[in-house]
């Protein structure tokens, strides 16, 4: 894999225990706000309680470091690996996603023990004098994926206070999304592009090879569509016709009897729940939590297309990664690169195996850790889902 840094180059074990502390303590920063019941809820399938989040990634570094490269390491529970592997069929038997919230035991103050005992026994690990380049590569990884559940913490946390009537505030600072400016488009002229990472810093396996792509003259909106642009929609029937809707998005719209994005709720006006509790519909701010149906709907309606992920990832390389409060669908089902080549061993299962009835998103949230973002990041859910910080940016075929 030969992997580097988070961002920048770790020369250093002692740079990269240094960064492991920072990224631990963060998962436990998002926690902080949390009362002891709410590690515990799990509201629907897709969202795992805050308690589960906290020790899979402990159970990763347990399960993927420790055992495979500390030779004198002893589990912390040897139950843990059922009850905390996700979906890695390579390391044994694991709880069913659904099921996760059923489990009272064991308990927050054991995950909590859990976490300090992994975390001396890799500042153990990271005392040695060298350790095995796979051994950095798969610590490297490691951080990434806690950053991808630091993320996922903030939306099943939004998804668990949103359940309760009484609607709590877990107030949270550094979530606020941009303010609307005047739409304008970004032109992407004909001619072969290259996709893909570059570079020696970090990538997923999915992000990789970079190849070439031939891409048609588009344009991409420089803005995302905002709540006002939406509820635009929504007053012209947009829910009520199905010429805007795939047939399995209007299947899901009847059955779920889906008339408004996740988190909207209308009284005497709109207002939308928010990780700083319910608030007033702020009209300007960019549409969230929207499906990929949804975002396909609208841009029907309003006469224009989802763009492709290649056409982001050229998007993305001309303006500010930071500025993205929301990912944006695209087009483009989830699919391997020609080339593609999955991370080694047990890690192989960590993206290719999920190549399937998926589409792809891209630009990050204001949710994602910044150092964890990159031009070629390929994030990916089921056209249905929306509890993610999603929404729409819209694309055309050119400027004319």
Request: charged share 20%; glycine share 6%.
């Amino acid at each position: 894999m030969a992997l580097t840094a988070i961002d920048t180059k770790l020369t250093s074990t002692e740079s990269l225990c240094t960064r492991y502390l920072e990224i631990r303590a963060h998962s436990l920063a998002i926690c902080e706000p949390l009362e002891l019941e709410d590690y515990v809820v799990q509201p629907m399938a897709e969202v795992s309680p805050p308690k589960w989040h906290l020790a899979h990634s402990a159970w990763f570094f347990e399960e993927m470091v420790l055992a495979k490269y500390s030779a004198d390491y002893s589990r912390f529970d040897a139950q843990f690996n059922r009850l905390f592997n996700s979906y890695y069929k390579g390391a044994g038997e694991h709880w069913i996603q659904a099921k996760r919230g059923q489990l009272s035991r064991p308990t927050v103050a054991e995950v909590f023990a859990y976490r300090e005992h992994v975390d001396r026994e890799m500042q153990k690990l990271f005392s040695q004098t060298s350790l095995d380049q796979s051994c950095l590569d798969t610590v490297t990884i490691g951080l990434h994926h806690e950053q991808q559940h630091q993320e996922l913490l903030l939306m099943d946390i939004k998804c668990i206070l949103a359940l309760n009537p009484s609607q709590p505030v877990y107030k949270v600072s550094g979530l606020k999304p941009l303010a609307k400016s005047a739409m304008d488009w970004h032109l992407i002229e004909e001619g072969v592009y290259e996709i893909g990472h570059e570079g020696e810093s970090f990538s997923y396996d999915n992000e990789q090879p970079r190849h070439k792509v031939y891409l048609q003259e588009a344009a991409i909106s420089n803005t995302l569509v905002t709540n006002g642009e939406y509820l635009k929609f929504i007053e012209a029937g947009g829910y009520e016709n199905p010429l805007y809707w795939l047939s399995q998005g209007w299947d899901w719209v009847g059955e779920n009897a889906i008339d408004s994005p996740l988190y909207w709720q209308k009284s005497e006006s709109w207002q939308v729940f928010t990780l700083n509790g319910l608030q007033s519909m702020d009209l300007d701010s960019p549409v969230e939590h929207i499906s990929y149906f949804e975002a396909d709907a609208y841009a029907n309606w309003a006469g224009f297309r989802l763009p492709t992920e290649q056409e982001s990832e050229v998007f993305l390389r001309a303006s500010e990664l930071s500025d993205n409060p929301v990912w944006w669908w695209t087009q483009s089902h989830y699919s391997p690169y020609p080339g593609f080549k999955k991370f080694d061993g047990a890690l192989g299962e960590y993206n290719g195996k999920f190549m399937c009835n998926q589409f792809v998103l891209r630009g990050g949230c204001a949710a994602t850790p910044k150092e964890h973002l990159r031009t070629s990041y390929r994030n990916f859910y089921q056209p249905h889902q929306r509890w993610m910080f999603s929404g729409i940016r819209l694309a055309k075929e050119s400027l004319r």
